[in-house]
């Protein structure tokens, strides 16, 4: 995703502004464009946490087009309220899929934290992204929304499908040692009233399967159940 | 997802307490804990943008176990770095897939925006997650990993899939009218040096195709075509 510009255009705050280089540092992108940004919110932002290289390279336009020079896909965000849009609109996760095919530069543009994107700016872009989120409040905070749109640039839609790696399990033997020394402690101990029945064995044998301890686990309970049973036959 | 709750472990900045509510409110999550807070910060917090509600219903207790009181999944973030981790761990993608499974009440845990969370908390949880990013700078904002990791389990995995809706082309005989007109004004305003030739008008029909009308947009061009004659003749 190199050829990505990340475009906030008016931005006020200077937190947002720190913010959403913070994010573009913590996915990967390097190339952030402030559009007529108010001076003193960008230089207060160049202290930001963790992203000062990112500041430093970021470049100021005077117009959005200036800006936008040499892209060849530009996607407007919006909460795509309050108005008609003139141009297709996305949820991010087929948005972020059209982007990430795109061959050549292309730009992801963020509005004001008031008034987000202008009539203008929108008829700059090929499509409208929207992030999912509640009728009732659609509108998301800039920084959080330009961390949850490059997540969803990055993400990796395989990892979800790939599962746990497999872990080493419980061996049947100690399954069993340890099934045997529960017995002697549970009859020691006075647990059981009579002495064990094949049932009970059986019983305990799933009970203690029903653990799912792993290979080290096991051990550290077979050391358990040994030291209490030297302690209750002492 | 009713049933998740966000616990925060000692936060300290309430415009990431303020960010946290923010995002839960956007993406629909309303049950939100505070585990020791600095008192200073959860007050001010309370003024955030939007999440007034969340967190007015935000609890507040003095211990991580008193917290997760009723939960049967608790899931602690983490970068991963700095520290052997004994819970499994997996990524986001992973991760949220097995809290959208869980039958029954969840606890998704963020540690402080310095530390992270502690060995202590750790010791809590049913396994790790962490937010896929760049070795060099892993650790996110809180209020932004905080809005990723919600994003991420109310995202629709078959949004992606979806494409966009199909949409009214141009029709052939409105490419063909185009055509028409088109050639007409490039032979009156001088354009073509010889009169059309089947060869020209096959490249004008092709240019007009590539420009993958929709129906709409096509009677525009139509109208502009028509007024551009008109004037060419007068």
Not at 65 to 92: F, I, K, M, N
Not at 150 to 162: D, K, T
Not at 168 to 191: C, W
């Amino acid at each position: 995703m190199d050829g990505l510009k990340v475009v906030l255009t008016g931005p006020r705050n200077p937190l947002n502004i720190g913010a959403a280089a913070r994010a573009m540092s913590n996915f990967g992108f390097c190339d952030l464009c402030l559009v007529n940004p108010y001076e003193v919110a960008f230089r207060e932002a160049r202290s930001a946490v963790g992203a000062e290289a990112i500041l430093e390279q970021a470049r100021e336009y005077p117009t959005l087009a200036d800006a936008l020079s040499g892209c060849s896909l530009v996607v407007g965000t919006t909460a795509g309220e309050h108005r008609e849009l003139r141009q297709p609109y996305y949820r991010l996760e087929l948005g972020a899929r059209l982007i990430r095919r795109h061959q050549g530069a292309a730009a992801l543009l963020f509005g004001s934290e008031k008034y987000g994107l202008s009539n203008d700016d929108l008829s700059h872009c090929d499509f409208l992204m929207g992030i999912p989120s509640r009728p009732e409040h659609r509108s998301l905070n800039l920084g959080q929304a330009v961390a949850v749109c490059l997540y969803e640039l990055i993400r990796h839609p395989r990892a979800a499908r790939v599962m746990p790696a497999p872990r080493k399990s419980a061996t049947a033997e100690q399954t069993e040692v340890l099934r045997e020394r529960l017995r002697s402690v549970l009859e020691i101990s006075g647990y059981y009233s009579h002495s064990a029945t094949a049932g009970s064995e059986r019983r305990l044998r799933a009970l203690i399967k029903r653990l799912n301890l792993n290979h080290q686990d096991a051990v550290i309970w077979l050391g358990i159940l040994r030291q209490i049973l030297w302690r209750l036959k002492a």
